[in-house]
C-alpha cells in the first residue's frame, strides 16, 4: 500500500455541531497524521473551483450557501492507502444511507449535511491540498 496525503474538509454542520475533535480522533486513531489544518471561510471563488464539476447545475447555489455559512477546517491527512481509508471511514455521501458506524452514518443527516468532504482519487487530492494549502502549510515529519 502506499503512503497517500488526502484533504479533508471539515463542513458546516460539522463546525457549528461541534464534532470536529470527535471525527478527528477517529481519523488519528486509524493511524493518520495530520500534516495540514487550518481554519478557513470559503468564498465563492474557491468554492466555484471545488465545486467546478457541479457549477452549473441548479442545486449549486444551495451548495455555496451551506458551505460558506460557517467557516469550515481544511485537514490534510497522511497515511498508508488515506484516501479510500478516509473514505470507508467516512461512509457513503449520503448520511441517510451511510452505516453506524462510520462517520456519516452517525453523525451526518443527508446527502448535503454530511459533516466531511473527502478527495476521492490521488488526482483530486492533489489538486484539492494545492487550492486549500500554501506548500509552507504543509508539514513533513
Same mark, same amino acid.
Given at each position: 500500500?502506499?503512503?497517500?496525503?488526502?484533504?479533508?474538509? %471539515?463542513?458546516?454542520?460539522? $463546525?457549528?455541531?461541534?464534532?470536529?475533535?470527535?471525527?478527528? @480522533?477517529? *481519523?488519528?486513531?486509524? !493511524?493518520? @497524521?495530520?500534516? !495540514?489544518?487550518? #481554519?478557513?471561510?470559503?468564498? =465563492?471563488?474557491?468554492?466555484?473551483?471545488?465545486?467546478?464539476? $457541479?457549477?452549473?447545475?441548479?442545486? *449549486?447555489?444551495?451548495?455555496?450557501? %451551506? #458551505? @460558506?455559512?460557517?467557516?469550515?477546517? &481544511?485537514?490534510?491527512?497522511?497515511?498508508?492507502?488515506?484516501?479510500?481509508? $478516509?473514505? =470507508?471511514?467516512?461512509?457513503?455521501?449520503? @448520511?441517510?444511507?451511510?452505516?453506524?458506524?462510520?462517520?456519516?452514518?452517525?453523525?451526518?443527516?443527508?446527502?448535503?449535511?454530511? $459533516?466531511?468532504?473527502?478527495?476521492?482519487?490521488?488526482?483530486?487530492?492533489?489538486?484539492?491540498?494545492?487550492?486549500?494549502?500554501? =506548500?509552507?502549510?504543509?508539514? &513533513?515529519?
Amino acid at each position: 500500500m502506499a503512503t497517500q496525503t488526502t484533504l479533508i474538509l %471539515f463542513k458546516p454542520d460539522a $463546525v457549528s455541531k461541534n464534532i470536529t475533535g470527535e471525527v478527528l @480522533s477517529r *481519523f488519528q486513531k486509524e !493511524g493518520f @497524521s495530520i500534516q !495540514g489544518i487550518k #481554519m478557513m471561510q470559503l468564498d =465563492d471563488a474557491i468554492l466555484r473551483d471545488h465545486y467546478s464539476h $457541479v457549477a452549473d447545475k441548479p442545486f *449549486f447555489p444551495e451548495i455555496v450557501e %451551506f #458551505m @460558506s455559512k460557517t467557516p469550515v477546517i &481544511a485537514l490534510a491527512l497522511k497515511g498508508e492507502n488515506a484516501i479510500d481509508k $478516509v473514505r =470507508d471511514l467516512l461512509g457513503p455521501t449520503n @448520511s441517510e444511507t451511510a452505516p453506524k458506524g462510520t462517520v456519516r452514518g452517525d453523525l451526518g443527516e443527508d446527502m448535503m449535511i454530511n $459533516v466531511c468532504h473527502a478527495s476521492d482519487s490521488p488526482e483530486a487530492a492533489e489538486a484539492e491540498i494545492k487550492r486549500f494549502f500554501k =506548500d509552507e502549510e504543509i508539514f &513533513a515529519y
